[in-house]
């Protein structure tokens, strides 16, 4: 499968500063990044889509505001968190997917669990 | 919408034992499925699938079958081992965003 990175892997923050969320794939171009959260014990709940090139549409619900999505190029997407609040504490997943014959398959990065303070 | 419901957990099993992990789905359409592996500080990692009706995906000793009928995807293996102790996530999609269920963390004890 593709390999995808993420960093950092893990951030602890003050309420109120913003954090910048990297996703590179590093073998293929991706061209759509989907990213979800996941809270503790809750299942991963999609927040956006980005293309390359275009802006991001966002899930209902998710202030388009605070989480701004930066899809830089075909293997590099961002998410920043601004004015993060002790509620954005969470763990955040990039996902591109990739065509198979069929279906597309969607790889994951190895997430980015956010502590804010 | 479209939307997976899974068994809660946590699961714990001793080692050799048979698992079973249910889930069902609701969707439009004839979406393709999928169960999805986390093991611990890593990120998820497809671990078999199913794309039409009466399909079995399997690999690594895991098997799930298609049901339309019943609309499910359960999860089986016949002997687990201390190296399956991860969170299994039942996912459905294809053409659109992955839909995820909660996630069930499954430990093996030996």
Known sequence: ?117 | GDSVTQMEGPVTLSEEAFLTINCTYTATGYPSLFWYVQYPGEGLQLLLKATKADDKGSNKGFEATYRKETTSFHLEKGSVQVSDSAVYFCALGGNTPLVFGKGTRLSVIA
């Open chain 1, 1 to 117: 499968g593709a390999v995808v990175s993420q960093h950092p892997s893990w951030v602890i923050c003050k309420s109120g500063t913003s954090v910048k969320i990297e996703c590179r794939s590093l073998d293929f171009q991706a061209t759509t990044m989907f990213w979800y959260r996941q809270f503790p014990k809750q299942s991963l709940m999609l927040m956006a889509t980005s293309n390359e090139g275009s802006k991001a549409t966002y899930e209902q619900g998710v202030e388009k505001d605070k989480f701004l999505i930066n899809h830089a190029s075909l293997t590099l997407s961002t998410l920043t968190v601004t004015s993060a609040h002790p509620e954005d504490s969470s763990f955040y997943i990039c996902s591109p997917p990739g065509k198979r014959e069929s279906y597309n398959e969607q790889f994951f990065g190895p997430g980015t669990r956010l502590t804010v303070l």
